[in-house]
């Protein structure tokens, strides 16, 4: 079946740290990753992405790291701000036919401690 | 500017009604997306239009109707509402239908509750 990510659980970090989000994904077919931001009252916001064949993407204060052997994917995000407390979204690409299918995760809630 | 919008925010109703939730892009996107996001927050697909065409429709009841007039509107009509339908419905929208790296842009949400 399809399966990203099963639970939701809470990360609580103190502001300044560095905090890691973990996601395991269930398709091997899938080449392509996307994590998502989603505060509260609000749609989900792209963060960054990554190819199948990279292993680690870095953004601004974000970097994606993406283990294929053990299906695995993590956001690390620098020096956490209490604006980044919210619910993030590990997501695959899947390709049906030439359309794409979003699969999501259940997502996990970052709390930023001051 | 407001890439994707939804309206309403809220809606509040009794089971057994029916009611339709709009959404509209400025993106100028080709593809547009219906998702459900459970009190969980598990977010899932529900359809996927592109040019006003049906691409994807998942196994979602036939009381849902999607409707897109065109390319840059998707309207989700849901039909004798029913307890289970309270959730937050979410439109999204991307240039493409395919492509491996067609990134999904979203609206704020509707918050649905059936009373």
């Known amino acids: 079946g399809e399966s990203v990510g099963l639970h939701l659980p809470t990360l609580s970090v103190q502001e300044g740290d560095n905090s890691i989000i973990n996601c395991a994904y269930s398709?091997?077919?899938?080449?392509?990753f996307i994590w998502y931001k989603q505060e509260s009252g609000k749609g989900p916001q792209f963060i960054i992405d990554?190819?199948?064949?990279?292993d680690k993407r870095q953004g601004q204060r974000v970097t994606v790291l993406l283990n294929k052997t053990v299906k695995h994917l993590s956001l690390q995000i620098a020096a956490t701000q209490p604006g980044d407390s919210a619910v993030y979204f590990c997501?695959?690409?899947?390709?049906?036919?030439?359309?794409?299918?979003?699969?999501f995760g259940a997502g996990t809630r970052l709390a930023v401690h001051p | 500017d407001t890439a994707v919008s939804q309206t309403p925010k809220y809606l509040v109703t009794q089971m057994g009604n029916d009611k339709s939730i709009k959404c509209e892009q400025n993106?100028?996107?080709?593809?547009m997306y219906w998702y459900k996001q459970d009190s969980k927050k598990f977010l899932k697909i529900m359809f996927s239009?592109?040019?006003?065409?049906?691409?994807i429709n998942e196994t979602v009841p036939n009381r849902f109707s999607p409707k897109s007039p065109d390319k840059a509107h998707l309207n989700l009509h849901i039909n004798s509402l029913e307890l289970g339908d309270s959730a937050v419905y979410f439109c999204?929208?991307?240039?493409?239908?395919?492509?491996?790296?067609?990134?999904?842009?979203f609206g704020p949400g509707t918050r649905l509750l059936v009373l």
């Open positions: 993106l100028g996107h080709d593809t």
């Open positions: 398709n091997s077919a899938s080449d392509y």
């Open positions: 239009y592109n040019n006003k065409e049906l691409i």
């Open positions: 999204a929208s991307s240039l493409l239908a395919g492509g491996s790296q067609e990134t999904q842009y």
């Open positions: 997501a695959e690409i899947i390709s049906l036919g030439g359309y794409n299918k979003l699969i």
């Open positions: 990554i190819r199948s064949n990279m």
